[in-house]
């Protein structure tokens, strides 16, 4: 008997420690992604590497933006001026709230991606 209390005590505290990790970003955030930077109003975050940056309202639990990243890009986050900057390029305009919690999360991927396209040939006339 005693061994099971162990075991259930174990994986009860294990069960805790999965969701409490995944307590920290909206949902839509993959628990691949790190959290870089987060704040209320402006928030900046520079690319260390090629990869996919998330950006997140926390107190409304959605994501405002998400999109890939070059290396040595600059994210801006700018409540005041509702407005998401990537390598000094608005990406989003968006009315966004002063007070709101915000979060920049990155995850490195590899720049090498499949794509996949359909080609359709239109009949010549």
Known sequence: MTRFRQFAAGATVGFAAILSGCADRTPAVPASANLMTEGSNQISFRANEFGRVYISDETDHRILYQGDVDKGDMVELNAKD??????????????????????????????????RYRVVEEPSR
Request: net charge negative.
């Open 82 to 115: 509702d407005r998401i900057l990537v390598a000094g390029r608005t990406v989003s305009e968006r009315a966004m709230d002063d007070t709101h919690d915000y979060k920049i999360f990155f995850e490195p991927t590899s720049k090498e991606r499949t794509v």
